[in-house]
């Protein structure tokens, strides 16, 4: 039975790649179960680093004797965490060379809120401060380095527009070309750079072009940069690697490339096009999970029991694609938890002969991963991470979930055009680095549409202190709306309760989490217009659903787990994509928008996006789930 109805999901939490040697925290607390035999199609499993069977049965090396138990020892009480070096005195003094001084300080001392706080209000034309084009360019160094790219933006303008003549003028335009590579105007970011005086900064200049300029995720912006920018050479070279070896090249860019290679003096080698793999009836993909064969014991088999589900989701699309005639062989290889497995395995050498290869989970074999993707130009799909600095440079890897930035951006899309009301926000995140990805993407999204973030605040949800201080001075009434980029348990029932204390009604974007939160009941925010960046929603009405979970239960004598699910909905959606277009299929995603899923609600690479930007809206309604932004409507 094929399951590739349009389907939605049930309200699991947010997953993220679980940390080294932890299943993420939606992984189900249950006795793990071994993958099942395929009953169609053959799988051909490999066991550590050695070779697949021709049995089609997992090996499994012998055993190696344990480690000696560490000896016990007493508890340790944990030392005070270091509180870094003593703050400036004086600070916020009325004396503006105290202030600079201070603000010089602080930036060395990475206390970047801080240094902003001292050196803004030196910045002003009319201060008459000596040193005030000094302060201005400080400002937008600790702004970028904050990653407050609008701020540092802004800073630099009126640099440039007020002390045009400051002597170190060309730093600015540097570190401009920086903010605006980063904003993803790569237009303006050529601009500015070319206007820093011919001599100076030149091999970091080109630096920082071969560094972002490989970024641009689509032919069209390309095409019109070089148009602008004719004899732009890092432009030339970073398009040509794209259309020679990041599978973007068609017989229609022949002529293009063979004007680049010849205007530019490039390496014809380098940058001809290797032939494009024709389409075959069968593909091969290689699996590569830490499966941990080497550890038989009930705890290990517990703890990784996501990659057990994830595999079981994998076999069950498998068979779905032999039914339909569009058959894939799974090669599997178990990684282990560390780099050392994963090395062995790419040694391989009929790893190189895979037409796609999914994993791994954990962030450090990714990295190591997507370098052998590159390298033999084999797509990579990573099933777990939601990290989208993994993707950035490679136009090999892909993310099956939506990135962290992704998510927030689509959740500012959808809060501008949806929520109506005051264009402003407050948005506060979790102290963890997802979250501060979050917040800080959120912002800019929002306000590169024209809304305005008021307060942008780090909280630590089990300190009530931190929550207090988060919410400290906002009044809730007189803004547009609230975000709460937080999965802690804390974190609900306080805003909630701030809320009530202030009488406010406003709209709360937050994480799915809430929904589980046994803290919180469904009526408080069935109650309130609460809305949930749900990347994971199934819908338990959706026959593609119902069908999927009563084939997994036939099978597992289990009920599936998100894990299952989404190693399903990868294998179908790029199973189907090789079918379709061959291997190098990166072009047409590029090409395409999200689409249905078979299981959950969409997935979709357009524009050259490498991880899916297709992020579920939802809502409580008469304590239902509600998607709100169904594929197709934004």
């Known amino acids: 039975m094929v399951v ?19 299943p993420a925290s939606t992984a189900p607390a249950r006795p793990a179960t071994v993958p099942a035999k395929p009953t169609a199609t053959p799988t051909k499993p490999a066991a550590t680093a050695s070779r697949p069977t021709s049995t089609g049965k ?43 001084k201070n603000g010089k300080t602080l930036l060395d001392q990475t206390r970047y809120d801080l240094a902003l706080q001292e050196l803004e209000p030196l910045t002003a034309p009319g201060g008459k401060f000596a040193k005030s084009p000094e302060a201005a360019y400080l400002y937008a160094v600790a702004a970028s380095r904050a990653k407050k790219w609008a701020e540092a933006e802004q800073m630099l303008n009126l640099l440039r527009s007020e002390y045009a003549q400051w002597p170190a003028l060309p730093e600015a335009f540097f570190l401009q070309g920086q903010v605006s590579f980063e904003q993803g105007d790569f237009e303006n970011a050529l601009r500015v750079l070319a206007q820093v005086p011919e001599g100076r900064l030149t091999t970091e200049r080109e630096n920082m072009k071969a560094t972002y300029l490989p970024r641009i995720k689509d032919k069209a912006t390309f095409q019109n940069l070089l148009k602008s920018y004719p004899q732009e050479t890092s432009l030339a070279r970073a398009y040509a ?64 029991q996501f990659v057990t589900d ?30 050392t497995q994963l090395k062995q395995v790419l ?41 989208g600095s993994l993707v950035l440079d490679n136009p090999w890897h892909y993310l099956f979930e939506p990135s962290t930035a992704s998510q927030a951006r689509q959740a500012a899309q959808f809060a501008f055009s949806r929520l109506g009301g005051s264009r402003t926000a ?75 204390a202030q009488d406010a009604r406003l709209p709360i974007i937050t994480y799915a989490s809430w929904l589980d939160n046994n803290r919180i009941g469904l009526g408080q925010l069935d109650a309130r217009d609460v809305y949930f960046v749900h990347p994971k929603f199934l819908d338990k009405t959706n026959a593609g659903v119902r069908r999927f979970r009563q084939l997994y239960v036939q099978r597992q004598n289990l ?40 299981v959950f609600q969409g997935i979709g690479y357009p524009a050259g996006a490498h991880d899916n930007q297709y992020v579920p809206i939802t809502k409580l309604e008469r304590l239902e789930v509600e998607v709100l932004n169904p594929v197709g409507i934004r």
Do not use: C
């Not at 138990?69 to 105290?98: E, F």
């Not at 860019?253 to 080698?269: C, H, N, Y």
């Not at 002969?353 to 990573?382: C, E, H, W």
């Open 4 to 22: 590739p109805a349009a389907a939605q999901q049930t309200p699991p939490k947010k997953t993220t790649t679980p940390a080294a040697g932890k």
């Open 58 to 100: 997992t090996t499994t090396p012998a055993a190696t004797a344990p480690a000696k138990p560490a000896p016990t020892r007493p508890a340790a009480t944990a030392p005070p965490k270091p509180t870094g070096p003593p703050l400036p005195a004086n600070l916020g003094s009325t004396d503006p060379n105290v202030r600079y």
């Open 241 to 304: 690697d794209k259309l020679a070896n990041g599978g973007w090249y068609t017989e229609a860019d022949k002529g293009q490339l063979d004007q680049l290679i010849s205007q530019f003096q490039l390496d014809r080698i380098r940058y001809t096009p290797r032939p494009q793999a024709v389409k075959k009836a069968s593909y091969n993909i290689g699996v590569l999970l830490p499966f941990e064969f080497n550890d038989p014991s009930w705890e290990k088999r517990r703890k990784n």
């Open 310 to 339: 994830l595999y079981a989701g994998l076999r069950l699309a498998q068979d779905s694609l032999q039914r339909e005639g569009r058959p894939v062989q799974l090669f599997t290889y178990d990684t282990g938890a560390d780099t």
């Open 347 to 387: 040694a391989l050498p009929e790893l190189a002969g895979m037409d796609l290869i999914i994993g791994p989970v954990y962030k450090s074999g990714s990295k190591i991963l997507a370098r052998y993707a590159q390298q033999r130009q084999i797509t990579v799909v990573n099933p777990l991470s939601q990290d």
């Open 426 to 500: 407050v948005v506060l995140y979790e102290d963890t680095k997802d979250e501060e990805d979050f917040g800080a993407a959120y912002k800019q999204a929002y306000e590169a549409l024209g809304g305005r973030v008021l307060q942008l605040r780090r909280i630590n949800s089990d300190v009530e202190e931190s929550l207090a201080s988060g919410f400290a001075g906002v009044d809730l009434k007189n803004i547009g709306h609230l975000v709460v980029a937080s999965d802690g348990k804390k974190a609900g029932p306080y805003t909630l309760g701030v809320l009530k």
């Open 559 to 598: 009920p599936p787990s998100v894990f299952a699910f989404t190693g399903f909905e990868l294998l179908y959606y790029f199973g189907s994509q090789l079918h379709q277009n061959g291997p190098a299929f990166q072009q047409q995603l590029a090409n395409g928008g999200p689409v249905s899923g078979a």
